[in-house]
């Protein structure tokens, strides 16, 4: 695999002189109107990369619980810059930073970015790190603002937690408007259906953590949302589960819930688009999102891959949907897919059901396994894409002059709140 500053040429399916597409990257579009498509397949036709999305999530900052700001327009120069003196002014600043500074990474951010963060993960694994990591004065957060806002929850009272760019957002996230869960809740309170145990992924606003901390519910992480419908079940009759439906249903399903006990509810469909005996019937309702990245994923594919290599082993996200769960081998956060495949004898061959900035890496760290991506038509996580190591330059050049720019601060009403929602989480064995 071959990379360089303005051209990057991928092969994503191994063995195949069709499957590569060459992309310039010179001058990376990070705006929330254009996502990065990656065609390896010159028959296929394009990716749609972020259905629904709509506008930036930070337009909605109040909805969100966060003080509203807008990203400034960084000098082209910054983007210009040749990679190598970027990067080498980026470790000089980060030196000069020292203690003062941890730089936290999401597995899904691409390489050139990646390469600065002290601690790498999953939202899970960051979010721990963000409640132990409380003496460093700033927090670079190299994710989406759902993260940056844990962090400045979970953080130290004089810690300030700072995002590259304010428009690194979420497409799931923005699908669960705050207005529109508690209209839900509270039809269901008019209902008179008690017992309901809200769960919140932790893809979500700051102000729906907050909903779960006030109305006795919790966070959950794809790592942990199987003990926390424990602890839920422990506590009431039902869930109600949102941002994502296919997380939630995966999980109901491995916890012999039968999907005729579950429903879904649509905020633009009276009572969701059930019937009050659905309601009352259902053990599980979800909330109708989904991620944009994992729901490409197929059984088509599945079957593709079988067909290409007899003897693949296919691990998927639980964000995925329930038939493509059920047709793969196994499926797991990413820290799991990681593990899993890390732990795997050379020789193997592995299909990955996830955003493609990890498989890549995974390929890389492990040539003496065959790993790729189900999807053949690639579609990055456009939102995690918008961190560019540009940004984190800008960021640290202000912060060594003693200017904290892109700062994370959520509210302190709905930061109380909310770290009640986490800390039940952090706190579940």
């Known amino acids: 695999m071959a990379v360089n500053r303005n051209q990057a040429t991928f092969n994503l399916w191994p063995d195949s002189s069709s499957a590569t597409s060459t992309i310039d990257d010179s001058r990376p579009d990070t705006s929330r109107d254009k996502a990065t498509l990656w065609l390896v397949d010159p028959q296929m036709e394009s990716a749609s990369c972020v259905p629904e999305e709509g506008t930036g999530a930070y337009d909605q900052l109040h909805a969100y619980g966060v003080e509203p700001l807008q990203q400034e327009r960084i000098p082209r120069e910054y ?55 409380t003496s460093s004065e700033f927090t670079l957060f190299c994710g989406v603002h759902f993260m940056a806002e844990s962090a400045d929850i979970l953080g130290g009272a004089d810690q300030h937690v700072i995002l590259p760019n304010l428009e690194a957002g979420c497409s799931m996230a923005d699908m669960a408007k705050p207005e529109d869960v508690e209209a839900a809740w509270n039809e269901l309170e008019r209902l008179g259906i008690a017992g309901v145990v809200p769960i919140t992924y932790m893809n979500s606003a700051a102000s729906l953590k907050a909903f779960c901390g006030r109305n006795g519910g919790i966070v959950c992480t794809s790592s942990n949302a199987a003990r926390v419908y424990d602890w ?83 691990v998927v996200h639980p964000e995925c949907r329930l038939e493509v769960v059920q047709a793969s081998d196994l499926d ?65 050049e202000h912060l060594v002059k003693g200017k904290i720019v892109n700062e994370i601060k959520v509210e302190t009403k709905i930061a109380e709140e909310a770290r009640v929602a986490l800390d039940r989480m952090l706190a579940v064995p």
């Open 232 to 314: 839920a079940f422990e506590r009431g009759e039902r869930i109600f589960f949102f941002p994502d439906e296919h997380l939630g249903r995966n999980t109901a399903v491995r916890k012999g819930i039968p999907t005729e006990d579950m429903v879904v509810w649509d905020p633009f469909q009276p009572l969701g688009g059930n019937t009050e005996a659905q309601l009352r019937a259902a053990r599980v309702i979800l909330w109708k999102g989904y991620c944009s990245v994992h729901a490409r994923f197929s059984v088509e594919q599945i079957a593709n891959a079988r067909e290409r290599y007899p003897d693949v082993n296919v």
């Open 332 to 396: 797991g956060s990413t820290e799991y897919i990681i593990d899993v495949i890390r732990a795997a004898e050379p020789g193997t061959v592995w299909a990955v059901g996830t955003e493609i900035n990890l498989v890549r890496r995974l390929q890389q760290q492990m040539p003496d396994k065959t790993i790729f991506c189900l999807d053949p038509v690639i579609c990055p996580c456009s939102t995690m894409y918008r961190v560019h190591p540009s940004y984190i330059l800008w960021t640290l």
């Open 79 to 133: 983007f210009k810059m040749p990679a190598e003196e970027r990067d080498a002014r980026i470790w000089a600043l980060r030196h000069e930073l020292g203690s003062r500074l941890t730089i936290l990474g999401h597995h899904y951010q691409r390489d050139e970015v990646i390469q600065f963060a002290d601690f790498q993960g999953d939202s899970y694994k960051l979010s721990q790190q963000a409640a132990v990591q």
